[in-house]
């Protein structure tokens, strides 16, 4: 279990959550991207899973807590709890499931009004881009949807790892040069403040675990 002292070695903690309907492969987009794993035999996640990714980021240590949530109806009310203070997201959806897709304006909906951070970054993801053949979400109407909403774009393969690791990433960086910019223009006393109250998010409670070919719509 991660401890409060463990995050004090390191110079930013991010939340993120990853959200999205059961089945579109949130939690092998995350075995990809931590473990470098893929489970053929993954089961839909029960609740929240915690996974810890420690990162070097313009030589800045960096911790990303990342909440893999359930996509089933019957945990939602435990799930949205957990969107709170979060600094990034990542809105999946499966590029052969259409419902998938048209269910992205309410996971939207749920991270905007469930208090995730004033200056959240939120990545559309389209996850298992090897299916090409049964595509049922054209990268053209997700790229217009995600410029239309404020939001990152790129196509993935869990799979096949296929733009995983960029995506991650991709949002963890401009996390970073958001938050670290904002850190910047104060001064020493004020900014020691903001790290830890908009940067430090998570609580001791939280954390229970440790650990270029794309299209961007930003």
């Not at 009310?77 to 304006?105: C, H, N």
């Not at 951070?117 to 881009?129: A, R, T």
Request: some cysteine; aromatic content about 8%; hydrophobic content about 35%.
């Amino acid at each position: 279990m991660a401890t409060v002292e463990d995050e004090s070695s390191y110079d930013y903690v991010f939340k993120l959550v990853v959200v999205g309907d059961s089945g579109v492969g949130k939690t092998n987009l995350l075995g990809r991207f931590v473990h470098d794993t893929f489970d053929f035999a993954s089961k839909s996640t029960i609740g929240l899973d915690l996974t810890i990714k420690n990162m070097i980021v313009k030589d800045k240590r960096v911790r990303a807590q990342i909440w893999d949530t359930a996509g089933q109806e019957r945990y939602r009310s435990i799930t949205k709890r957990y969107y709170r203070g979060s600094v990034g997201a990542l809105l999946v959806y499966d590029i052969t499931k259409r419902d998938s897709f048209s269910g992205i304006s309410r996971w939207l909906n749920e991270l905007r009004i469930n208090e995730a951070h004033p200056d959240s970054i939120i990545m559309l993801i389209g996850n298992k881009s090897d299916l090409e053949k049964d595509r049922a979400v054209t990268q053209e109407e997700a790229m217009d949807y995600a410029k239309k909403n404020g939001l990152m774009f790129m196509e993935t393969s869990a799979l096949d790892n296929v733009n995983v690791e960029t995506a991650f990433e991709t949002l963890i960086y401009n996390i970073f040069d958001k938050l670290s910019g904002k850190l910047t223009t104060m001064d020493d006393k004020r900014a020691e403040i903001m790290r830890g109250q908009a940067i430090q998010l998570s609580t001791p409670a939280d954390n229970n675990g440790d650990n270029k070919s794309s299209s961007c719509a930003c």
